[in-house]
């Protein structure tokens, strides 16, 4: 198989407080054990930040970030102009 550079890495970004919103608003629609309370929330956050984000650094120039605490239509757009989809 062929290895091909990474052109973007496409980083959803967004703060732990608003995340932490979600994912209890998230809760009450569509229940997971994994993640029903505050402290697994917050500790799933940990491990993120402990494990995926170095991994995030090494590649800083493929990194495009996404703030999706816009509206969901502003998110799309911000992606399809990443990976340039026809409109």
């Known amino acids: 198989y062929m290895k091909k ?9 967004i703060s732990d ?10 809760q009450k629609i569509d229940p997971r054990t ?3 309370s505050l402290e697994k929330i917050k ?3 940990k491990v993120f ?3 995926t984000m170095p ?3 090494l590649y800083k120039k493929q990194i495009k970030k996404v703030n999706v605490e816009l509206a969901e ?3 799309v757009k911000e992606i399809e ?3 340039q989809c026809p409109q």
């Open 55 to 57: 991994v995030i650094k």
């Open 49 to 51: 930040k402990k494990e």
């Open 73 to 75: 239509k502003q998110i």
């Open 5 to 13: 550079p990474i052109d973007n890495i496409i980083v959803l970004d």
């Open 17 to 26: 407080k608003k995340a932490i919103r979600r994912l209890q608003k998230r």
């Open 43 to 45: 500790e799933r956050l």
């Open 34 to 36: 994994e993640s029903s």
């Open 81 to 83: 102009k990443i990976i």
